[in-house]
T-cell receptor
Framework: EPEVTQTPSHQVTQMGQEVILRCVPISNHLYFYWYRQILGQKVEFLVSFYNNEISEKSEIFDDQFSVERPDGSNFTLKIRSTKLEDSAMYFC?????????????FGDGTRLSIL | GQNIDQPTEMTATEGAIVQINCTYQTSGFNGLFWYQQHAGEAPTFLSYNVLDGLEEKGRFSSFLSRSKGYSYLLLKELQMKDSASYLCAVRLNQAGTALIFGKGTTLSVSS
């Protein structure tokens, strides 16, 4: 079964540094998403991406964050000037989007630890 | 704001049936999803409801009442591997838009 893949599985970074989290969505999917989950808390929506542009973003997704689809397969989340509170599990998801009953499929996540 | 409520924890024994409730008060509604999440892993899709009523899928069933802002996930013939968090998520708008998650219900199944 096709799946969403994310790399790296774990990223440790010094506060203030920039990180790029990478995702390969399911190949025929059109919508891509980033969510985060701080340890012990709920999954929170960050951003959705369609047709090479951001289609929706939450209040969390401020100027510190950016997303890009640099080629036909990868989808990245960049976090600039990382802060301690950015430590979380970051999930990439993708969906067909064409039919409302099609779910979002999640990758295994990248655990980001800011020191 | 968006409000999705679930019980924090539930316990049950192998072979039993458990019902996990979810109530929501959101600015929009275009479907309710249930996901299973094992500790440290990705959420995996279980079920989807957009119309009132019951959707059955093997050992799992999900029910929706839009007028009451209420859903439940029913798990039958519980197995140890069903120990996980169960996440209720509402999609506010059309397909391809954000899911708003509840905090999840941690289910512990004992023998």
């Amino acid at each position: 079964e096709p799946e969403v893949t994310q790399t790296p599985s774990h990223q440790v970074t010094q506060m203030g540094q920039e990180v790029i989290l990478r995702c390969v969505p399911i190949s025929n999917h059109l919508y891509f998403y980033w969510y985060r989950q701080i340890l012990g808390q709920k999954v929170e929506f960050l951003v959705s991406f369609y047709n090479n542009e951001i289609s929706e973003k939450s209040e969390i997704f401020d100027d510190q964050f950016s997303v890009e689809r640099p080629d036909g397969s990868n989808f990245t989340l960049k976090i600039r000037s990382t802060k301690l509170e950015d430590s979380a599990m970051y999930f990439c998801a993708s969906s067909d989007g064409q039919y409302s009953n099609q779910p979002q499929h999640f990758g295994d996540g990248t655990r980001l630890s800011i020191l | 704001g968006q409000n999705i409520d679930q019980p924090t924890e539930m316990t049950a024994t192998e072979g039993a049936i458990v019902q996990i409730n979810c109530t929501y008060q959101t600015s929009g509604f275009n479907g309710l999803f249930w996901y299973q999440q094992h500790a440290g892993e990705a959420p995996t899709f279980l079920s989807y409801n957009v119309l009132d009523g019951l959707e059955e899928k093997g050992r799992f069933s999900s029910f929706l009442s839009r007028s009451k802002g209420y859903s439940y996930l029913l798990l039958k013939e519980l197995q140890m591997k069903d120990s996980a968090s169960y996440l209720c998520a509402v999609r506010l708008n059309q397909a391809g838009t954000a899911l708003i998650f509840g905090k999840g219900t941690t289910l512990s199944v004992s023998s």
